[in-house]
C-alpha cells in the first residue's frame, strides 16, 4: 500500500486577525493594571495602618511601664537624651538597637517606621551633610547653607528615614502622662501622622527637609536663651522675650525631626475668606493650623506639613485606634484632631 507524506498545510493567521488578537490582549492588560495597581495600593495601607497601629500600642505600653509618654528628644529610659522614636525602641521590640545608643542607632532603617506607599522613601537612609539648605533667613532663589547635624551625632552622615510623624503637641519637649495630656479624650487626639519621608518645593522656608527618626536636640540647657520651662520650650522662650531670629536658626527648627504639627511661624494669624480659621486671637506658636497635603508631586512637598500618600491620610490615635482621614477635610477639623487639650470634640471621619 503506497502512503501519501503529504500533511495537512496549516493556515497561518492573517495580518488583521494578529492585530485583532493583541487588541484584546492590550484592552484585557488596560483593565486588569488598574485593578492590581488598587489591590497593591490597598495593601500597602493596610500595611502603614499595621505600622501605626503598633506604634500606638507602644506607646500605650511606654506609658504603663513608665507613668509617662516619650518626649519628642530627652533623656527617657537610658541615661543619654535620644528622639521620641529612640526611646520608644525597647516597645516595638528593638530593645538590643535601643542599647546601641542614640548615635550608633542612628542609622538602622527599621520596616516598622516605614510606610510602603510612601513615594519618597528611597532606599529609607538620608546623607545629612554639615553644610544643607538653609531653613531660615531669607527665602533667597539660591539659598545659602547651614549645619544642622547635633553636636551629639559624630562619625557617619547616615541616617534612618521614617515615614511617620510623632504630634509635637501631644509629646512636647517633657514626659507627661498619656490621659491627662490627652485631655480632649485619647479617641480624638492624634499622635501618629503619615508623613512624606523626604520633602522639598521650588520656593519657601524651609525649601526642603526628612523625617529622620533619630534626630533631635534636647532644648532648655544651659547653652539655650531659657531654661525648659514647660511642655513646649519654644513657648517658654518667646515668652521670655527671646526674638523669634534666635530660635528660627536654633536647630528645634530644623526640618529634619520625625515630627508634625510644627510650623516656623510663632506669630498670631488673622482670619481671611481663604482661611476663616485659626481666628484672629489664635496664635500659632510654631504650631501648624493647616490640613496636610494629599498626594503631593514629590518635588513640591511642603517639609512642615503632613502628606497623605494619595486620597487619604492614616493616623494613629491616643487610643490606639487608626484613621483614614479623607482630602476633603477642612483645616479646622483636621487641628481638631491635632491639638490634646483645647476642648474639641472631633466628627466620625472613618
Not at 521614617?162 to 517633657?174: K, Q, R
Not at 491627662?180 to 499622635?191: A, R, V, W, Y
Not at 501648624?288 to 503632613?306: I, T, Y
Request: aromatic share 10%; glycine share 8%.
Amino acid at each position: 500500500m503506497i502512503r501519501s507524506n503529504h500533511r495537512p498545510i496549516r493556515r497561518a493567521f492573517t495580518l488583521i486577525e494578529l492585530l485583532v488578537v493583541i487588541a484584546i490582549i492590550a484592552v484585557l492588560v488596560g483593565l486588569l493594571v488598574p485593578a492590581v495597581q488598587k489591590v497593591r495600593s490597598a495593601a500597602n495601607s493596610a500595611q502603614s495602618k499595621n505600622n501605626l497601629k503598633q506604634i500606638a500600642l507602644a506607646v500605650a505600653n511606654a506609658d504603663t511601664t513608665t507613668g509617662k509618654m516619650p518626649m519628642m528628644f530627652g533623656q527617657y529610659g537610658s541615661t543619654e537624651a535620644g528622639s521620641f522614636w529612640y526611646n520608644l525602641l525597647p516597645y516595638i521590640e528593638q530593645d538590643n538597637l535601643f542599647k546601641q545608643g542614640v548615635n550608633a542607632s542612628r542609622s538602622a532603617k527599621l520596616k516598622i517606621l516605614q510606610a510602603p506607599n510612601d513615594p519618597t522613601l528611597g532606599s529609607g537612609t538620608f546623607e545629612l551633610l554639615p553644610a544643607m539648605e538653609m531653613w531660615y533667613g531669607s527665602n533667597s532663589a539660591t539659598l545659602p547653607t547651614a549645619n544642622p547635624i547635633p553636636s551629639w551625632a559624630t562619625g557617619g552622615t547616615t541616617w534612618g528615614m521614617t515615614s511617620y510623624a510623632a504630634n509635637w503637641l501631644v509629646f512636647g519637649d517633657m514626659a507627661t502622662p498619656l490621659n491627662s495630656t490627652l485631655s480632649d479624650g485619647t479617641s480624638n487626639t492624634l499622635i501618629v501622622a503619615e508623613h512624606y519621608a523626604f520633602c522639598k518645593r521650588p520656593s519657601g522656608l524651609p525649601r526642603s527637609g526628612a523625617l529622620l527618626w533619630g534626630y533631635g536636640v534636647q532644648p532648655g540647657l544651659a547653652t539655650d536663651p531659657v531654661p525648659l520651662k514647660g511642655k513646649q520650650w519654644i513657648w517658654g522662650a518667646l515668652d521670655s522675650g527671646v526674638p523669634w531670629s534666635t530660635l528660627q536658626a536654633h536647630l528645634i527648627n530644623a526640618p529634619y525631626w520625625a515630627r508634625s504639627i510644627w510650623v516656623n511661624n510663632p506669630n498670631p494669624v488673622a482670619a481671611s475668606a481663604a482661611y476663616p480659621y485659626p481666628p484672629s486671637n489664635k496664635p500659632w506658636r510654631c504650631r501648624c493650623h493647616r490640613k496636610p497635603e494629599f498626594g503631593p508631586a514629590v518635588d513640591n512637598a511642603h517639609p512642615f506639613k503632613e502628606q497623605g500618600y494619595g486620597s487619604s491620610i492614616n493616623i494613629a490615635m491616643g487610643d490606639g485606634s487608626v484613621r483614614s482621614l479623607a482630602s476633603s477635610i477642612t483645616d479646622e477639623i483636621w487641628y481638631s484632631y491635632a491639638s490634646p487639650d483645647e476642648g474639641e470634640v472631633n466628627p466620625d471621619n472613618n
